[in-house]
């Protein structure tokens, strides 16, 4: 797997100011996505997170909703 940029929340979490949570592993990427659902269980919309390749310049980013009984994934 390669490493991937994500941006769920906006809430710095590096001490760089950064929001972007950087996955390794897809069981880093299982545990994330388990979090935000987790998170988000209260809310009326699905959450939604946008998703990069790490380290690549102008990466096209997906943007993936993250639904209980649907989803989506689109590019932007």
Known sequence: MVALDI??????????GSVVIRVNTATELDELIDRIIAE????VAPPMIQ???SGVKRSPALEVGLGKEKGFIGAS
């Open 40 to 43: 988000t269980a209260d809310n």
């Open 7 to 16: 941006w769920y929340d906006q809430t710095p979490k590096d001490d760089d």
């Open 51 to 53: 998703v990069a390749l």
